[in-house]
């Protein structure tokens, strides 16, 4: 954003002693902007930037991810399930081919595979991540070629993803927050990412003259930055025994006993080449 230098300059000259930045287009702004305001301290989320008064917060969104590609694919074998064929096919639309992407795409795809080694994940990019029309499109075809649960991860273009899902009476998957209440019914989960919890945890810090300078936070299932949404519109219809094998993955993820690919730290695991 061309204004988000301005902003922040804004912002340091009004005497706040914190400046928390949520866009990730002021990243380059915020650490120029940042070495000008030695008495200012700064946050940014989802990268990472350097300066010795700026807080960066990554979320281990693969974890997350790795929870909705397991669900998901449980679903989709359940043909018991309204709108299900009972066949392990699901898919994911990404906004665009970039590792910051395919980390949660990977990360759905090892979940899935964990439930049922022979499932089919299909793997789109809309290219865009504000139009909700092209990802309508994009869905209706991905379900039309046999995908029961479609996973969203192309912020306004997936709502298309989620209005694709409500009119075939299949499932999405909402991604960030919440998006369980944008289709009641044909979402089946959200991966959420808690930036309430990152931002509250900075603070706190701040607070208490511990603010992490320098430091990279990194916030996964085991600091509830991550994780799946309450299910409330659908809890009732995915059975009992799915939601604790969930649970039971979430465990042993925290345990360390399952590994989940970080596609960042990693690179691309044989299985999404």
Same mark, same amino acid.
């Given at each position: 954003?061309?204004?988000?230098?301005?902003?922040?300059?804004?912002?340091?000259?009004?005497?706040?002693?914190?400046?928390?930045?949520?866009?990730?287009?002021?990243?380059?702004?915020?650490?120029?902007?940042?070495?000008?305001?030695?008495?200012?301290?700064?946050?940014?989320?989802?990268?990472?930037?350097?300066?010795?008064?700026?807080?960066?917060?990554?979320?281990?969104?693969?974890?997350?991810?790795?929870?909705?590609?397991?669900?998901? &694919?449980?679903?989709?074998?359940?043909?018991?399930?309204?709108? +299900?064929?009972?066949?392990?096919? #699901?898919?994911?639309?990404?906004?665009?081919?970039?590792? =910051? @992407?395919?980390? *949660?795409?990977?990360?759905? @795809?090892? =979940?899935?595979?964990?439930?049922?080694?022979?499932?089919?994940?299909?793997?789109?990019?809309?290219?865009?991540?504000?139009?909700?029309?092209?990802?309508?499109? +994009?869905?209706?075809? +991905?379900?039309?070629?046999?995908?029961?649960?479609?996973?969203?991860?192309?912020?306004?273009?997936?709502?298309?993803? #989620?209005?694709?899902?409500?009119?075939?009476?299949?499932?999405?998957?909402?991604?960030? &927050?919440?998006?369980?209440?944008?289709?009641?019914?044909?979402?089946?989960?959200? +991966?959420?990412?808690?930036?309430?919890?990152?931002?509250?945890?900075?603070?706190?810090?701040?607070?208490?003259?511990?603010?992490?300078?320098?430091? &990279?936070?990194?916030?996964?299932?085991?600091?509830?930055?991550?994780?799946?949404?309450?299910?409330? *519109?659908?809890?009732?219809?995915?059975?009992?025994?799915?939601?604790?094998?969930?649970?039971?993955?979430?465990?042993?993820?925290?345990?360390?006993? #399952?590994?989940?690919?970080?596609?960042?730290?990693?690179?691309?695991?044989?299985?999404?080449?």
């Amino acid at each position: 954003m061309a204004q988000g230098p301005d902003i922040l300059r804004r912002a340091s000259d009004a005497g706040f002693g914190l400046v928390v930045d949520l866009e990730y287009s002021h990243g380059d702004a915020l650490q120029a902007v940042a070495k000008d305001y030695a008495d200012v301290d700064y946050v940014i989320l989802n990268q990472v930037k350097s300066g010795a008064n700026v807080a960066s917060v990554l979320f281990q969104e693969q974890e997350g991810s790795y929870l909705a590609g397991a669900l998901a &694919t449980m679903v989709a074998k359940d043909a018991a399930i309204k709108g +299900m064929s009972g066949k392990p096919v #699901i898919g994911v639309i990404g906004g665009a081919k970039s590792i =910051g @992407i395919d980390k *949660f795409i990977v990360g759905y @795809i090892q =979940g899935a595979r964990a439930v049922d080694p022979a499932a089919e994940v299909k793997v789109a990019y809309s290219n865009n991540f504000g139009d909700p029309s092209i990802g309508l499109q +994009m869905a209706q075809a +991905m379900f039309e070629a046999g995908a029961n649960v479609i996973y969203q991860v192309a912020g306004g273009t997936g709502l298309g993803v #989620i209005q694709a899902a409500k009119e075939t009476a299949k499932f999405a998957i909402g991604v960030d &927050t919440d998006q369980d209440g944008v289709a009641p019914g044909f979402v089946l989960t959200s +991966m959420v990412k808690r930036t309430d919890v990152a931002v509250e945890a900075v603070i706190k810090d701040y607070a208490a003259h511990k603010f992490p300078g320098g430091q &990279t936070l990194t916030l996964g299932l085991a600091q509830d930055g991550v994780g799946l949404s309450p299910m409330k *519109f659908t809890h009732d219809k995915i059975p009992a025994a799915d939601l604790a094998a969930v649970e039971d993955m979430k465990k042993k993820i925290l345990s360390g006993e #399952i590994k989940v690919w970080n596609a960042v730290e990693q690179g691309y695991p044989d299985f999404f080449k």
